[in-house]
T-cell receptor, first 115, second 114 residues
């Protein structure tokens, strides 16, 4: 069975600083990996996804993530944080051959951005 | 842009009552899902639905839960006899049949069982 671990339930950065949110996964088959963002009182919005093409994936709002098979990681980065990036971020993995939207989520990381 | 729509946004129900959560998936999607997020916990998969039948379900999805696509647009989650521990945010999602597609999530229904 697959699993996802997000290191750090809370990350705090200053506006303009690098954002790094860590995600490690385990999967018995080549996975599809996703990062979703949840703003307060809203649903889950896809930031980016890895589906076995390029290992460096670019998403919306300036975020990107790199798939590293040797490290079983899919860390999310953004060079310069903006106040509007404050939200909860979820890493998720899918390896179901029949339901590609069947996801296993990490526990989430709350990103706080200070002025 | 197409989106998944869930109603109601918030529902309060008494313990033991039946509740139906409604979702309108994106129109050309063929896979449908329900997830839940208990306050402060992970988002958890409940069930996936394809071709008018359940394709996968988690151990959470016991006999108290059922799903239905009653017409060509709605997808519902029914909880027959709600318990306090069913209080959570319930998310509906849908996806295309293509292998590299992602799930699109609705805004969620916050269910409070009192």
């Amino acid at each position: 069975a697959q699993s996802v671990t997000q290191l750090g339930s809370h990350v705090s950065v200053s506006e303009g600083a690098l954002v790094l949110l860590r995600c490690n996964y385990s999967s018995s088959v080549p996975p599809y990996l996703f990062w979703y963002v949840q703003y307060p009182n809203q649903g889950l919005q896809l930031l980016l996804k890895y589906t076995s093409a390029a290992t460096l994936v670019k998403g919306i709002n300036g975020f990107e993530a790199e798939f590293k098979k040797s490290e079983t990681s899919f860390h999310l980065t953004k060079p310069s944080a903006h106040m509007s990036d404050a939200a909860e971020y979820f890493c998720a993995v899918s390896d179901s051959p029949t339901s590609y939207g069947k996801l296993t989520f990490g526990q989430g990381t709350i990103l706080t951005v200070h002025p | 842009e197409p989106e998944v729509t869930q109603t109601p946004s918030h529902q309060v129900t008494q313990m033991g009552q039946e509740v139906i959560l409604r979702c309108v998936p994106i129109s050309n999607h063929l896979y449908f899902y329900w997830y839940r997020q208990i306050l402060g916990q992970k988002v958890e998969f409940l069930v996936s639905f394809y071709n008018n039948e359940i394709s996968e379900k988690s151990e959470i999805f016991d006999d108290q839960f059922s799903v239905e696509r009653p017409d060509g647009s709605n997808f519902t989650l029914k909880i027959r006899s709600t318990k306090l521990e069913d209080s959570a945010m319930y998310f509906c999602a849908s996806s295309d049949i293509r292998q590299d597609t992602e799930a699109f999530f609705g805004q969620g229904t916050r269910l409070t069982v009192v």
